[in-house]
């Protein structure tokens, strides 16, 4: 595989992963997942976790994997790259662990003292990806193994903080996001 196709691979099996958070900020809101519980003082998980967020995260998720098996066949002829295409446990595994990978970082951000919106670099840019990764290689371990060679989840590791950087900065310029992490 040369570099270019191992970049688009990487991206094209990450799209799920990447789109649940971003379309969390645009859809969600509403009821906590948490309820308002706290532990020890802190919020669980906080105001920033919501169900709706969660949910419709997790579709936009769901959603994109069936667009990209439904278009792989035509991109793949017109560019003569081998694209992969999601099974239906791996188009739910990408988004939904991408969310809880979001989820178990807020868990962490406020057992450490950071309120809703702080920054914690490093976990904002990997949570989605580590989540999403580890999901799916539980859930759909062959496709996994088959579709994440090495080379493509280097290129995941090094591209993915990147895109988040870049989106993230865009959303906030839009007044989309309040932090432009
Ligand atoms: N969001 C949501 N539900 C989720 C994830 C995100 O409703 N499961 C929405 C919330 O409005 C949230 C916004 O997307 O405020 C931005 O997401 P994120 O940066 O992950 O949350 P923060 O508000 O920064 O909270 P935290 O400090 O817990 O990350
Ligand atoms: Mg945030
Ligand atoms: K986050």
């Known amino acids: 595989m040369t570099l270019v196709e191992t970049v688009v691979v990487a991206i094209w099996a990450l799209l799920p992963a990447y789109v649940p958070n971003n379309a969390a900020v ?20 906080g105001d920033g976790k919501t169900w709706r967020g969660a949910l419709a995260g997790t579709l936009a998720g769901v959603a994109v994997a069936a667009l990209l098996n439904a278009i792989a066949p035509t ?21 939904l662990g ?9 868990f962490l951000k406020r057992r450490t003292g950071r309120s809703r919106g ?6 904002d840019q990997l949570d989605f990806l580590v989540g999403a990764l580890a999901l799916t290689a ?8 088959a579709t994440f060679t090495l080379p493509v989840l280097a290129a995941a590791l090094v591209l993915t903080p990147l895109l988040h950087v870049t989106t993230n900065v865009i959303a906030y310029r839009a007044g989309l996001k309040s932090e432009p992490w």
């Open 98 to 106: 991408a969310i809880l990978g979001d989820i178990v970082a807020s």
């Open 118 to 123: 702080a920054a914690f670099p490093g976990l």
């Open 138 to 145: 539980l859930a759909a371990t062959t496709w996994f193994t």
């Open 26 to 45: 645009l859809l969600g809101g509403g009821r906590p997942i948490d309820g308002g519980r706290t532990l020890d003082g802190a919020r669980l998980l």
């Open 75 to 95: 991109i793949g002829t017109a560019t003569g790259l081998t694209l992969p295409t999601f099974p239906p446990v791996a188009a739910l595994a990408l988004p």
